[in-house]
């Protein structure tokens, strides 16, 4: 009895490093497509049922920003691996913000990239679907809808969110650290940043906190980390 393969997507609108790509995915023995500019990728993201998609962020009609925030907007829950050759910081922070699960920049091995690929797959796996309401203050979090209820109001939640939400549920009254939020919904020790763990603590508390700047559920213990109350 054999497995159905991983379609894995590529959006890359160089020739010969699409191709290299495809040659190496297929040889590791999963299902390939790719799209060679944007507007492609992202319909193409959207409607082919990529198990993963691998995504350049310099690409012609659309970049690969704009196709990361409007896959999310679209609740698209698929693991994107951002590559590109902007290696900034900022760069980086950006591209986990919109919801990349990985940042890998240009140039780089298959071989690393095959071993990212593996790593990112496993996670999603491992984590599952989110499922169930709680509720927080005046607020209802809906994580299969990946949304947030106040009132009549619905606000989207990111997966990124939802799963720093997750644990911060799971451990309530408890510290926990950037770098365990980093290696629990990331993955990675070194990237993205602990600013970006701060950016998405920051949203949280602008969609459930009835007053952010004076945030009762979701409490600053500084030079450490963050502390959840219900």
């Given amino acids: 009895m054999t497995s159905e393969k991983t379609r894995i997507l590529i959006v890359e609108d160089d020739a010969s490093l699409r191709l290299g790509l495809e040659q190496g995915f297929l040889s590791e023995g999963h299902a390939v497509e790719s799209a060679a500019d944007g507007e492609e990728g992202l319909r193409r993201a959207l409607t082919g049922g990529a198990d993963l998609i691998v995504l350049d962020l310099m690409l012609p009609k659309i970049d690969g920003f704009e196709i990361l925030r409007r896959i999310r907007a679209d609740r698209l829950e698929t693991p994107v691996i951002v590559l590109t050759a902007r290696g900034e910081e900022e760069d980086r922070i950006a591209g986990f913000e919109c919801g990349a699960d990985d940042y890998v920049v240009k140039p780089f091995s298959v071989r690393e990239l095959l071993l990212r690929v593996k790593a990112v797959l496993r996670r999603a796996a491992e984590s599952g679907p989110l499922k169930g309401e709680i509720t927080v203050g005046d607020a209802v ?19 990124k969110e939802a799963e720093m939400l997750r644990l ?9 650290s950037r770098q365990r939020f980093l290696e629990s919904v990331w993955g990675y020790h070194s990237y993205p940043t602990t600013r970006t763990v701060d950016m998405h603590v920051l949203k949280l508390r602008q969609k459930i906190e009835p007053d952010p700047e004076n945030p009762r559920h979701f409490v600053t213990i500084h030079g450490v980390g963050y502390k959840f109350f219900p």
């Fill in 168 to 176: 911060f549920v799971e451990n309530p009254g408890e510290v926990i």
């Fill in 141 to 159: 979090v809906d994580f299969k809808g990946y949304q947030i209820r106040r009132g009549k109001k619905k606000i989207g939640l990111s997966r």
